[in-house]
C-alpha cells in the first residue's frame, strides 16, 4: 500500500533520515517508536506528503508522489490521508461539527453532504451531543475524538497520528488506543502512528523502531 525507497532528508547540515526502506500494508497498526531526535515526526510527514524527502521514492497506492505537483498534492492529500496530531489542530472558531465538514468542504463535497457525514462520523464516536460546542467547550478526550472524526472525513487510505495520545490522561489514553484497533476492526482502517507509548506499541501489529535516522533491525 505505502512503500518507500532509501529516503534521505536533511535539514542544513543536520542528516535526519538516512535511508530509510519501509512498508506499510492495507489494515495495518504500524507503531513508529524510537528516542527524541530519531527522526519519527520526519518520516510520518514524509510518508504524509506534507514534506518531500531529498532523496528516494515515496510510492503511495501506485502512485509514485514524488512526481505530483504542489496542487495535485495536495488533492491527493485530502482525499487519500487523515492527520491526527498530539494536540488536535482543531479550528478554535468553528464547532465539532464544522471541523469534522471542513475537509470535506474542501474536496468539494456540498454542505448538506458534509453535514451528514460530519453527524455521522460524530455519532460513531459518541459525541453527537457535542456536535454544535466549540473545542474550547470539549474536554481533551472528546477534542481528540473529533480530530480523529475530522481524519475520517473523506474515508482515507491511511490515518497517520503524530502522538495522539501524548496530551491526554490514562483513562483518555486508553479509550484513544481502543478506538484505533476498533477502526481497524470495523472498517480496515491502516494507522501508521508515532508514539512514546510502549503500551500502545506492543498492541500494533508491527513496531518501527528509529534510531539516529535509521531503522534499528
Do not use: C, Y
Amino acid at each position: 500500500m505505502i512503500k518507500l525507497e532509501n529516503i534521505t532528508k536533511s535539514f542544513g547540515s543536520l542528516q535526519v533520515l538516512k535511508g530509510i526502506d519501509l512498508e506499510i500494508r492495507e489494515g495495518e497498526v504500524v507503531a513508529i517508536a524510537g528516542p527524541s531526535g530519531a527522526g519519527k515526526t520526519t518520516l510520518l510527514q514524509i510518508i504524509g506528503t506534507l514534506d518531500r524527502p531529498d532523496g528516494g521514492r515515496v510510492w503511495f497506492e501506485g502512485v509514485d508522489t514524488g512526481t505530483l505537483k504542489e496542487r495535485e498534492l495536495a488533492r491527493f492529500r485530502n482525499r487519500r490521508i487523515g492527520f491526527v496530531f498530539q494536540f488536535h489542530q482543531l479550528l478554535p472558531e468553528f464547532t465539532a461539527a464544522e471541523n469534522v465538514m471542513m475537509p470535506l468542504l474542501i474536496a468539494g463535497q456540498g454542505m448538506q453532504a458534509a453535514a451528514r457525514r460530519a453527524g455521522e462520523l460524530l455519532s460513531f464516536m459518541g459525541l453527537s451531543a457535542r456536535a454544535g460546542h466549540k473545542p474550547s467547550e470539549l474536554s481533551g478526550g472528546e477534542r481528540q475524538r473529533v480530530a480523529v472524526a475530522r481524519a475520517l472525513a473523506n474515508k482515507p487510505s491511511v490515518i497517520l497520528a503524530d502522538e495522539p495520545s501524548g496530551s491526554l490522561d490514562t483513562q483518555n489514553r486508553e479509550e484513544l488506543h481502543r478506538l484505533f484497533f476498533r477502526l481497524r476492526e470495523e472498517f480496515g482502517q491502516t494507522f501508521a502512528i508515532v508514539t512514546h507509548d510502549e503500551q500502545l506499541a506492543a498492541m500494533s501489529d508491527r513496531t518501527i523502531r528509529l534510531v539516529d535516522g535509521r531503522i534499528s533491525r
